[in-house]
């Protein structure tokens, strides 16, 4: 069994095996053609810490889809809240029997404890990232760059070379952008990062061909513009953010767009704060936005995801 865990774990060859079966998956079944139980017998578990509606569900129909027995633990009616340790909750599910362990935690390090945990009591159970805190959300990456393939009619050997993604809000708090970012610009792409100065995280130059406060700039000639929402729920402190000052020098507008190509796809991780980081008329604009692609590119992602842990 393979771990999906992070962006950095993953070589060329891996990702382009992912990103291919995303896409024929994703095919399928827009076809309606029979995928079969290719992972019939195996035993899933969602083990989420953190709420989720977009994930946890595709995750869910993943599994599914592929023949799997997914079984969704009840964090708030489980023993983790009669204080049971991250350890012994995933080294229970694994005693269980569990194939896959899809993991989504907010404390940095949760991931890699329960793969150590795994490895140390012997259990072949994969563990798949869902999400860790604002550290990496790899299989969200994985699924945005499958979204931008299909919109570019690229396949996945030709990578993303020659084109400028721009992402931009609240950086340093966003899981997506850290994993997006090393993922992009692995797959050949130009990276743009932008956000205020106290939004900017540390690893914003892994990767990014360019880091800026203005929003303009790095919209300029863009060929992707990706907006983020302000996670204040993982502020330590009480940043002092006005939504409409925000939305106005940070937001994607039709008139923020105007510095981007004409062509210029827009993207969105959701859940999406309208009027904030975009505008109503920009996420809703079928001929730009590929915000409910994502969402739909989820399911044959993750699909390839749990065939890819399981070596198929």
Same mark, same amino acid.
């Given at each position: 069994?393979?771990?999906?865990?992070? &962006?950095?774990?993953?070589?060329?060859?891996?990702?382009?095996?992912?990103? $291919?079966?995303?896409?024929?998956?994703? *095919?399928?079944?827009?076809? =309606?053609?029979?995928?079969?139980?290719?992972? !019939?017998?195996?035993?899933?578990?969602?083990?989420?810490?953190?709420?989720?509606?977009?994930?946890?569900?595709?995750?869910?129909?993943?599994? !599914?889809?592929? %023949?799997?027995?997914?079984?969704?633990?009840?964090?708030?009616?489980?023993?983790?809240?009669?204080?049971?340790?991250?350890?012994?909750?995933?080294?229970?599910?694994?005693?269980? @029997?569990?194939?896959?362990?899809?993991? !989504?935690?907010? @404390? /940095? =390090?949760?991931?890699?404890? /329960?793969?150590?945990?795994?490895?140390?009591?012997?259990? %072949?159970?994969?563990?798949?990232?869902?999400?860790? %805190?604002?550290?990496?959300?790899?299989?969200? #990456?994985?699924?945005?760059?499958?979204?931008?393939?299909?919109?570019?009619?690229? $396949?996945?050997?030709?990578?993303?070379? =020659?084109?400028?993604?721009? &992402? &931009?809000?609240?950086?340093?708090?966003?899981?997506?952008?850290?994993?997006?970012?090393?993922?992009?610009?692995?797959?050949? +792409? $130009?990276? *743009?990062?932008?956000?205020?100065?106290?939004?900017?995280?540390?690893?914003?130059?892994?990767? +990014?061909?360019?880091?800026?406060?203005?929003?303009?700039?790095?919209?300029? =000639?863009?060929?992707?513009?990706?907006?983020?929402?302000?996670?204040? $729920? *993982?502020?330590?402190?009480?940043?002092?953010?006005?939504?409409?000052?925000?939305?106005?020098?940070?937001?994607?507008?039709?008139?923020?767009?105007?510095?981007?190509?004409?062509?210029?796809?827009?993207?969105?991780?959701?859940?999406?704060?309208? %009027?904030?980081?975009?505008?109503?008329?920009?996420?809703?604009?079928?001929?730009?936005?590929?915000?409910?692609?994502?969402? #739909?590119? @989820?399911?044959?992602?993750?699909?390839?995801?749990? #065939?890819?842990?399981?070596?198929?």
């Amino acid at each position: 069994m393979r771990h999906v865990t992070d &962006i950095e774990t993953l070589g060329r060859d891996d990702l382009d095996r992912i990103l $291919e079966g995303a896409l024929l998956y994703d *095919r399928m079944l827009l076809e =309606g053609k029979d995928i079969g139980d290719p992972l !019939r017998g195996r035993l899933q578990f969602n083990l989420f810490y953190e709420n989720s509606t977009r994930t946890s569900l595709s995750f869910l129909i993943a599994g !599914r889809k592929m %023949g799997v027995e997914v079984v969704n633990v009840p964090v708030a009616a489980s023993s983790i809240h009669k204080g049971e340790s991250l350890r012994d909750t995933v080294l229970t599910l694994a005693a269980q @029997g569990a194939d896959f362990l899809v993991l !989504r935690a907010s @404390g /940095a =390090g949760s991931i890699d404890a /329960a793969k150590s945990s795994m490895h140390e009591m012997g259990f %072949g159970t994969s563990v798949i990232n869902a999400g860790e %805190g604002a550290f990496g959300h790899p299989t969200q #990456a994985l699924l945005d760059a499958a979204t931008l393939y299909k919109a570019l009619h690229r $396949e996945p050997k030709d990578g993303l070379g =020659g084109i400028s993604i721009a &992402i &931009i809000g609240d950086l340093v708090h966003s899981r997506v952008a850290a994993s997006c970012t090393r993922l992009f610009a692995k797959l050949g +792409a $130009e990276v *743009r990062l932008c956000a205020p100065e106290d939004l900017l995280p540390q690893w914003a130059t892994d990767g +990014a061909a360019l880091v800026t406060t203005s929003r303009d700039e790095a919209l300029d =000639g863009v060929d992707v513009a990706m907006a983020l929402r302000i996670q204040r $729920e *993982r502020f330590d402190t009480d940043i002092p953010l006005d939504p409409e000052t925000y939305r106005s020098d940070y937001g994607l507008s039709m008139e923020a767009l105007s510095f981007a190509k004409p062509t210029a796809f827009v993207m969105h991780p959701g859940p999406m704060n309208r %009027g904030v980081e975009i505008d109503d008329d920009v996420a809703d604009d079928q001929s730009r936005s590929l915000i409910l692609q994502q969402v #739909a590119m @989820g399911v044959p992602t993750r699909m390839s995801c749990l #065939a890819f842990a399981a070596e198929l």
